[in-house]
């Protein structure tokens, strides 16, 4: 007698319910992908003899790369006092229609607050703002890696 049989319902349901709740374990035991530390550059034991350490001492205030996106560019500006982020301002991003103006009013600061917890470019992405985070992210990578330079 063969196992599905529409004669033994209740077996087919405990099959059905068997295999999805294998296929939920399966699925939330996936570990979700996380980006790479970023080195912020305030070591000052890593320069060179022959360069100055401007980079670990005093304040230091960069712009980022403009980033293009979907929506349009965005930038970020750094201010790192002592080789630690002090300040991110977000000096372009995407606001020429009412819904840009939305998401970017909540996206904006979440960024920037995560930024200076974590002092570096190694932040999450804010839902509903995608783009907005990937370029603000890639901007802010690049402030960092010029204050490194």
Same mark, same amino acid.
Request: hydrophobic share 30%; net charge positive; no cysteine.
């Given at each position: 007698?063969?196992?599905?049989? =529409? ?19 399966? &699925?939330?035991? &996936? =570990?979700?992908? $996380? $980006? ?8 000052? +034991? ?37 080789? =630690? ?9 995407? #606001? ?8 970017? +009013? ?12 974590? #002092?570096?470019?190694?932040?999450? $992405? ?24």
């Amino acid at each position: 007698m063969h196992t599905l049989r =529409k004669n033994r319902p209740l077996r087919r349901i405990a099959l059905a319910s068997a295999a999805t709740v294998s296929g939920m374990v399966l &699925l939330l035991s &996936l =570990k979700p992908h $996380t $980006t790479p530390a970023v080195v912020t550059g305030s070591a000052s +034991s890593s320069a060179p003899s022959g360069s100055s350490s401007g980079s670990a001492t005093g304040t230091r205030t960069l712009t980022g790369d403009s980033v293009q996106t979907r929506y349009g560019p965005v930038q970020v500006r750094v201010t790192l006092t002592n080789g =630690k982020l002090t300040d991110v301002t977000a000096v372009t991003y995407p #606001q020429e229609n009412p819904r840009d103006q939305q998401i970017n +009013s909540y996206a904006v600061p979440q960024l920037t607050r995560e930024a200076l917890t974590v #002092q570096s470019a190694d932040i999450d $992405t804010v839902s509903g703002a995608t783009y907005t985070s990937d370029g603000y992210r890639r901007s802010l990578q690049s402030a960092l890696d010029s204050a490194g330079s």
